[in-house]
């Protein structure tokens, strides 16, 4: 048990997914079979024993509503507290669009925000994959007497233009954060997860919409970084994120290996998401599955190897997927040939197409086409 | 609230014939068909036919059962009027009270569960079958023809019903005369075990039954001939489709191959028509560079790296690389450990199997073949045999051969 409220943002829509996110936000990306990304973050704070999150939405957020429902997969249907989706209310800037930053957000659920019942609060992206220990983020945070908590990865994976770094003097305490820099050096780079007492986020989010500040890192933690008291708390597993198609697929990838897969879905700290009460995964008489991870209700008789396959796909016979990625739903018929595709929702893929993309640009096929 | 159909599902029996898959839990409770327990399926179909009341008769090893269904949230009867309920029997004033005599006095002893809801109808169910079914259609024609007692039947051949309860019927459908395993059947419909009744009349049969010091207080053997004895108007309802009694390891071994042809028996894929379940937690299987898998179920948190043919695995199943799987059922969190073959059995949850282990074997001629069971929990040693038809509760040590 803890004093710690959850807030989510989930309002970016990464443009350099493509295809993949044109009709959601990244936060409702279908990873690893059966997994939408903000089923991780949100698992992680539920696994720590928050019982009131906020989700922060701006647009293009049916499909996440869709996926959460009333939280009860996360067991966040709650008469107190429980999950609380919030769409913008009202904030200054109107019409712009997607929020500006982070503070312009925070900003934009402030009535939200003064009724929090907790003392203190976590804040993160929910396009993050990763089994974070949230607790003891925590724990840390209390310890260590500091005013904000930064969750960082020594394992740097974001693209540079994109991420953000620290830098940590001896004593442990962060001097230096550098945002979307042009490259990432030896640094430290930022999972962008905050935890800090309810008190310090109001007075910030008061101050940052009395003057005009978006930006959390550039316009709160850059200048006051003498006078705040930032120090990281260092996860050591693994932490991947989604940045383009590329990324996409290779973190897709990662899953394939055992010791990430151990990690990311640690029986102790499971990652909960939608029940959809699939039946189990059929196999055909001839079928083929090798290297595979593949979610509960597809029907199999073609060949599957190394490749991600969410609830409901069908595979038909002499079909054969390699390295690829499908999402729900997807149907590839008879005789059909896939290598290095990733296959959004309920793609169809036509008998004895062959479709082929490659590791470093593999071939994105949008929600519902037809091939 | 005043309901105009709720269902008594009886849960309380034992399921001896199961031996060691329920020397642990209800029979109702006994793992089906990869994802489910056997309870999902007449569950489902209550909350598929639009019934979301639903009363769940337990007295054998509840505990399990229990919090299986916990508040109904997987089905969704989490409801705030309503729902699932769970009913044990209960003592009473003055050292009253006693265990569920017979399928009648289950009932019996819940008329005030039953007075909570004044239903006009009640539907009866039993947790040992497979099927699906729309129980409206049924109470439609219940409440069509004005009957007092409606009862679902099967079509068998000839030779089936000799095993069978027969219901002998006039051109109308209505039963005239019941007969229980009939030497020579005078109709192939036999009785499902699924009943509705008008409410107000059965609640005065178990009443009079109760009363009745000779009675076996069961459905079959005392309300029915007695409804029909005093003239009740009653109806067989026709089904058709995949209905099966996995009341034996053998019907049980079955019908979970039956499962492997969904197209043909129950489709299961079939989204008019869900067959809910309470899941656990578990990302999707993962099957290793050696996988061989055909014609077979697997779930999620499985790790397959050996061959697994025709069989059902539950989830978080392990099959190890060089292991060897045909024709069984592996039940949640089984492990066959490497080079281990196990075949025409049943390994129930959690047991292991170690590695080089043999367990069951394929049909031959002699008559004491049959389906190896391996009780949930045990180990059966490196290098050790099962022979087929074996029933292991206990552990069974290396080399050793039970």
Redesign the interface.
Same mark, same amino acid.
């Given at each position: 048990m803890n004093d710690l409220h959850g807030i989510l943002f989930a309002y970016r829509s990464d443009a350099n997914l493509g295809e993949l996110t044109r009709p959601r936000n990244t936060c409702s990306l279908a990873f %690893?079979?059966?997994y939408r990304l903000i089923d991780f973050m949100l698992s992680n704070y539920v696994n720590a024993g928050i019982t009131d999150v906020g989700v922060i939405v701006h647009e293009s957020y049916q499909s996440l509503l869709d996926h959460l429902g009333s939280g009860?997969d996360w067991d966040l249907s709650r008469k107190h507290g429980g999950l609380r989706i919030l769409p913008p209310f009202s904030y200054a800037e109107q019409g712009h669009g997607e929020y500006r930053g982070n503070m312009e957000a925070l900003a934009g659920v402030a009535g939200y925000l003064k009724n929090i019942r907790q003392d203190y609060v976590i804040m993160a992206w929910g396009d993050v994959a990763v089994n974070l220990d949230v607790e003891a983020v925590y724990d840390q945070h209390i310890a260590s007497g500091a005013d904000i908590t930064v969750v960082c990865t020594p394992t740097l994976n974001g693209a540079p233009r994109f991420s953000e770094y620290v830098e940590v003097s001896a004593d442990g305490r962060v001097t230096d954060l550098s945002v979307h820099p042009t490259s990432a050096g030896k640094a430290l780079e930022s999972l962008e997860i905050y935890v800090m007492s309810k008190q310090l986020l109001m007075d910030m989010v008061e101050y940052c919409a009395a003057h005009d500040v978006h930006s959390f890192s550039r316009g709160v933690l850059q200048p006051r970084l003498k006078s705040l008291k930032l120090m990281p708390y260092i996860h050591q597993g693994y932490a991947g994120r989604f940045q383009s198609v590329g990324d996409y697929f290779q973190r897709s990838m990662d899953l394939l290996d055992?010791a990430i897969?151990a990690d990311l879905?640690n029986p102790a700290r499971?990652?909960?998401?939608k !029940?959809m009460?699939?039946?189990?995964?059929?196999? %055909?008489?001839? /079928?083929? /599955?090798?290297? /595979?991870?593949?979610? !509960?209700?597809c029907?199999i008789e073609g060949e599957?190897e190394n490749s991600?396959?969410s609830r409901g796909v069908i595979v038909e016979k002499g079909a054969k997927v390699v390295n690829s990625v499908l999402m729900q739903g997807t149907v590839v018929k008879a005789g059909a040939s896939l290598a290095y595709v990733i296959a959004d929702k309920n793609v169809t893929i036509n008998a004895d197409r062959m479709l082929m993309g490659h590791s470093t640009y593999p071939l994105a096929i949008a929600k519902g086409t037809v091939v | 609230m005043k309901k105009e159909v709720v269902a008594m599902l009886l849960a309380g029996g034992q399921g001896s014939r199961l031996y060691a898959l329920t020397s642990h839990v209800a029979k109702p409770a006994v793992p089906f068909g990869g994802k489910y327990r056997i309870i999902d399926f007449p569950l489902s179909n209550c909350v598929n036919s639009g019934i979301d009341t639903v009363g769940v008769l337990t007295q054998y090893r509840p505990l399990e059962l229990n919090s299986y269904l916990g508040n109904g949230q997987p089905w969704d009867l989490d409801r705030s009027d309503g729902g699932v309920h769970i009913l044990p029997p209960y003592m009473r004033e003055g050292d009253q009270g006693t265990w569920y005599k017979g399928t009648a006095n289950a009932i019996y002893q819940n008329i005030g569960f039953l007075d909570l809801y004044d239903p006009e109808y009640v539907v009866i169910l039993s947790g040992d079958h497979i099927y699906k079914m729309d129980y409206a259609d049924m109470v439609d024609l219940h409440k069509k023809t004005g009957a007092a007692c409606t009862i679902s039947v099967l079509e068998v051949t000839m030779e089936e019903a000799t095993r069978f309860g027969i219901m002998n019927v006039d051109a109308e459908d209505r039963i005239f005369e019941f007969e229980e395993k009939p030497k020579h059947p005078k109709s192939n419909l036999a009785s499902m075990g699924i009943y509705v009744f008008t409410w107000s009349k059965l609640r005065q049969y178990l009443i009079d039954d109760e009363a009745d010091p000779n009675s076996s207080n069961d459905f079959g053997k005392n309300i029915i001939p007695n409804m029909l004895a005093a003239g009740e108007k009653m109806m067989a309802y026709r089904f058709q489709g995949y209905w099966k009694d996995v009341g034996t390891i053998n019907s049980l071994w079955d019908a979970n191959m039956d499962m492997l042809a969904p197209r043909s028996s129950i489709d299961l894929y079939d989204p008019s028509w869900p067959i809910y379940a309470r899941t656990p937690i578990k990302p999707p299987h993962v099957t290793g560079p050696d996988a061989k898998i055909s014609h077979s179920l697997v779930t999620g948190g499985c790790q397959v790296d050996g061959t697994v043919e025709n069989s059902v695995l539950f989830h978080s199943v392990t099959v190890e690389q060089g292991a060897d799987v045909q024709y069984s059922i592996l039940m949640p969190g089984a492990v066959v450990k490497a080079g281990a073959k196990v075949s025409y059995a049943i390994v129930a949850e959690n047991a292991v199997v170690e590695s080089e282990a043999v367990v069951g074997s394929a049909p031959d001629d002699s008559p004491e073949w049959g389906i190896a069971v391996v009780a949930s929990g045990v180990t059966v040693g490196e290098k050790a045999v099962v022979s087929p038809s074996a029933m292991i509760r206990e552990d069974v040590k290396g080399g050793e051969r039970a």
């Open positions: %690893g079979g059966r009860k055992p897969r879905f499971p990652i909960r998401t !029940d009460s699939n039946p189990s995964t059929y196999y %055909g008489p001839n /079928s083929v /599955s090798k290297c /595979s991870l593949v979610a !509960d209700g029907y599957v991600i396959l | -």
